[in-house]
């Protein structure tokens, strides 16, 4: 643990509060991509599944046990109880590449053949292009509700920090792990357009809107 993973893990933690906050405060899950939300739950639920067997600290027993279970929640507020705001014709991301992708990668690019190393590694593969399917549907109504940027920014931040964690690793510790590295790489480069708008036009209270 060093101060950027721990920044790190707070922003994510926090994207995930902004998305709940908005779906309670206005009743509605308008804007936010179904098929994204269920990537990062199937993400969690192959990458913890040693959460019971092998026990590391409280503290990230308790960051594992929140993001399957909030990732949960959101899928359900989603598919059940905000279903009716929910616009299936703005989400249309094939979903069926990104997840057989990974799960090819993680078969032929993995530390060990093991069947929870390949979870592990196809979850490492998923959350890297997780995002696509609602990066797509902002290309799609080209604007979106601040609250949702917020959301978006939180998100981004936390995996290019882990950029930053593994760099100060890499020098500190020696520590190497190339499948995360260039997981997170071409996670954190799919947000660079929307890095852009967010601080060019967002934060000096604009509206976001992607240029035509």
């Known amino acids: 643990m060093n101060l950027f993973r721990l920044v790190a893990d707070l922003m994510h933690l926090g994207s995930?509060?902004?998305?709940?906050l908005k779906m309670q405060k206005t009743r509605s899950v308008a804007g936010i991509s179904f098929k994204t939300q269920a990537l990062y739950a199937a993400v969690f639920l192959t990458r913890y599944l040693d959460l019971f067997t092998h026990f590391v600290s409280l503290?990230?027993?308790?960051m594992k046990i929140f993001f399957i279970a909030s990732s949960l929640y959101i899928v359900y507020l989603m598919k059940?109880?905000?279903k009716a705001t929910n616009d299936p014709r703005l989400d249309t991301f094939q979903v069926q590449y990104v997840v057989g992708g990974a799960a090819v990668l993680a078969l032929v690019a993995n530390y060990a053949f093991t069947f929870q190393?390949?979870?592990?590694t196809f979850s490492v593969y998923l959350e890297a292009v997780a995002i696509l399917p609602q990066l797509f549907m902002l290309?799609?109504?080209?604007?979106?509700e601040v609250i949702?940027?917020?959301?978006?920014?939180?998100?981004?931040?936390y995996r290019a920090l882990y950029l930053v964690n593994w760099i100060y690793r890499y020098f500190s510790e020696n520590h190497v792990d190339w499948i995360v590295w260039v997981a997170g790489t071409i996670q954190t480069g799919?947000?660079?357009d929307f890095f852009f708008i967010y601080f060019t036009k967002v934060l000096k209270g604009a509206k976001f809107e992607l240029p035509q």
């Open 16 to 20: 995930i509060l902004i998305l709940l």
């Open 59 to 62: 503290y990230n027993t308790a």
């Open 80 to 82: 059940i109880k905000f």
């Open 117 to 120: 190393e390949i979870l592990w």
């Open 139 to 144: 290309t799609k109504t080209g604007e979106a």
């Open 148 to 157: 949702t940027t917020h959301y978006l920014f939180a998100l981004g931040a």
């Open 190 to 192: 799919l947000y660079c």
